[in-house]
């Protein structure tokens, strides 16, 4: 399944995504490494953050009070932010579009 993803610097990247490892896992493995994804996927440092297209928000898990709360921290949130350590990554989601958000 892929993953679709826009960087900061507007570059369009098609990435073969893992199932069952997160969308930060898979961006990371795909060499999008503008997701730092300091605390290492524990919902801690918001430096995982994503917009996902809006087609997309409603295939996605439910976000946690915990995802919520941290993307509250954050000056760029939109609607449609995610934190992409949240996210397990599966066939259903493929082509999924989203955007590296900037830098906070
Ligand atoms: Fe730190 Fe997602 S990797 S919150």
């Known amino acids: 399944p892929i993953i679709?993803?826009?960087t900061r610097d507007g570059l369009t990247k098609a990435i073969e995504g893992r199932e069952?490892?997160?969308l930060m896992e898979n961006l990371r493995g795909g060499g999008i490494e503008e997701i730092l994804a300091l605390?290492?996927?524990?919902?801690?440092?918001?430096t995982?953050?994503?917009?996902?297209?809006?087609?997309w928000l409603s295939a996605l898990p439910p976000m946690s009070d915990d995802e919520d709360d941290l993307l509250s921290t954050s000056g760029?949130?939109?609607?449609?932010?995610?934190?992409?350590c949240?996210?397990?990554?599966?066939?259903?989601?493929?082509?999924?579009e989203v955007t590296v958000a900037p830098e906070d």
């Open 4 to 6: 679709n993803v826009t």
């Open 20 to 22: 069952g490892d997160s």
């Open 39 to 46: 605390c290492g996927g524990c919902c801690s440092c918001a």
């Open 48 to 55: 995982c953050h994503v917009f996902v297209a809006d087609d």
């Open 76 to 84: 760029v949130r939109q609607a449609n932010s995610r934190l992409s």
């Open 86 to 96: 949240q996210i397990p990554f599966a066939a259903t989601l493929d082509e999924i």
